[in-house]
């Protein structure tokens, strides 16, 4: 068996239902390109090369003068994206908009980011892997360590904050697990509505992601040994790319 990769979406992917990760993810499926996610990815980049920056040049006017050139390298990149945006102006409006909605929540020029897009992996046992790229990792002076997550939607409704923040103390777990200690905080900064959700994380909460992403790993395996994917309907099946080809609605 070729070794599990595990990411908080691809656990997500698999709960929602087993289906969609076989199509997305073992038979590797090709779905249209997002534009929501196209802009995320977009303002990402944008806020990545900022923070990278000497603090005195994290401004917003940067930030702006920066956005038209790295759009372009998007589209020369990614042809289907630049087909898909028919108004340059509109998509950058929009934009500068989600980087002016950062700026409201933080000031990058208060803190000094150690990590950025940083990449973290662990052997967790026997072909599983767990790994997730995360947006940024500040560690003070002192050492505390805090988790930063950008989200370019808006935050989520009353009694759904512990399924958003799965994918913060999921990180915290490898950040444990790599070095041996609990980050101090965890935040998601949600563009979209300027709200920023904050946790403290404990051990029993980061241990508790640990269990999860093990039993996924451990229900992929079964599906994928005995090819067995069982389809879960929900609303969510309408916005799926792969709606057409599932069994839940083709038979």
């Not at 969609?20 to 534009?35: D, M």
């Not at 990149?77 to 909605?101: H, M, Q, Y």
């Not at 958003?164 to 070095?179: E, S």
Request: proline share 6%; hydrophobic share 35%.
């Amino acid at each position: 068996m070729d070794v599990i990769r595990l990411s908080p979406s691809r656990i997500s992917d698999y709960q929602q239902c087993p289906q969609l990760y076989n199509y997305r993810v073992i038979q590797k499926l090709p779905e249209p390109k997002s534009l929501d996610a196209a802009r995320g990815t977009l303002v990402h980049t944008i806020l990545e090369e900022l923070l990278a920056q000497p603090a005195q040049l994290r401004t917003l006017d940067a930030a702006i003068e920066s956005a038209p050139l790295h759009w372009q390298n998007q589209k020369d990149g990614d042809p289907e994206i630049a087909l898909a945006v028919s108004d340059d102006k509109e998509w950058l409006d929009r934009v500068n908009a989600l980087l002016t909605s950062y700026f409201s929540i933080e000031n990058p020029q208060s803190f000094e980011p150690t990590h950025l897009e940083e990449h973290l992996e662990l052997d967790e046992e026997d072909s599983l892997l767990l790994h997730g790229y995360v947006d940024r990792i500040d560690v003070a002076p002192t050492g505390e360590v805090r988790i930063v997550d950008y989200k370019t939607g808006k935050s989520p409704k009353a009694g759904y904050e512990d399924k958003a923040l799965f994918q913060l103390r999921f990180y915290a777990l490898l950040w444990y697990r790599i070095h041996g200690e609990i980050p101090k905080l965890l935040q998601l900064l949600y563009l979209g509505d300027q709200k920023v959700l904050k946790s403290s994380p404990t051990e029993s909460e980061i241990l508790a992601a640990e269990k999860k992403a093990l039993q996924v790993g451990k229900e992929i395996k079964i599906s994928i040994e005995k090819d067995y994917w069982p389809t879960q309907k929900s609303r969510l099946c309408d916005w799926c790319a792969f709606k057409s080809n599932c069994p839940a609605f083709t038979s």
